[in-house]
């Protein structure tokens, strides 16, 4: 689902347009940035290039602005410059021509099929594997419960109480108290969940935390925690005498 804008392709033509030098000032910061992230970090996601997007953009709508005033006659002009903004809807209407047609989205959206069902059909792994356990954990557990959410952040929905992990942070902070509250008999936590697709994909990728903190991690979920539900990517526990 991401995907570059056809018209970066006119960018090379910049080196044709009159200022030339206000667009090498536009669009070199975001060159460096996405070679910055890149050689930085080899096995990244497209989306971290997004700041990147917009300086392109600009530069891109100028060079277009640039070719239009230049085309004669004028009725040719213009519908050389709705075809190239057309083009530049091409893969966006792509993606929702392929949402539509492969989703239940539009029997859904009238209320013909339940939320379930569309979500099996969702093509977004991490959400429809995030809406199974959503549907157990409202079906199954106490309203006074108290969620704690570790690599994962997203708690819409969810009934019970829940304390997001924002940032990715919270095992490292809660692992460095662990010896003063083992099983987190201080808080009023009943239980823990853990999205273990987020967590391979970034340990895969490099990320901060250590063989150590992992190995933490693992004892700290077999010592003071029960799993009480399972999907592809995420764990639900309990945790003990609670």
Request: charged fraction near 15%; proline fraction near 4%; glycine fraction near 4%.
């Amino acid at each position: 689902y991401y995907y570059s804008n056809l018209l970066f392709l006119l960018l090379p033509l910049g080196m044709f347009v009159g200022r030339k030098k206000r667009l090498v000032w536009i669009v070199l910061p975001a060159v460096l940035f996405i070679a910055i992230i890149y050689f930085r970090f080899p096995r990244t996601n497209i989306r971290y290039f997004l700041p990147a997007i917009a300086p392109f953009t600009i530069a891109v709508g100028f060079i277009i602005h640039w070719i239009c005033q230049r085309v004669k006659p004028r009725k040719i002009s213009i519908i050389i410059c709705i075809l190239l903004i057309t083009a530049s809807l091409v893969l966006t209407a792509r993606v929702v021509v392929r949402f539509v047609d492969k989703t239940k989205a539009v029997q859904h959206a009238f209320g013909l099929i339940s939320s379930a069902k569309f979500m099996q059909t969702y093509k977004i792994g991490g959400i429809r594997n995030l809406s199974f356990m959503l549907d157990y954990v409202n079906k199954n557990l106490p309203a006074d419960s108290v969620i704690l959410m570790l690599f994962e952040a997203r708690s819409f929905y969810f009934r019970p109480q829940t304390i997001q992990d924002i940032r990715n942070s919270s095992w490292p902070v809660l692992s460095e108290g662990l010896a003063a509250d083992k099983c987190l008999q201080r808080l009023s936590v009943t239980h823990v969940l853990i999205n273990q697709g987020t967590l391979n994909y970034y340990t895969t990728r490099g990320s901060k935390f250590s063989p150590a903190s992992l190995e933490a991690l693992r004892g700290f979920t077999d010592q003071c925690l029960e799993l009480i539900h399972e999907t592809r990517a995420h764990r639900l526990y309990q945790v003990k005498n609670r």
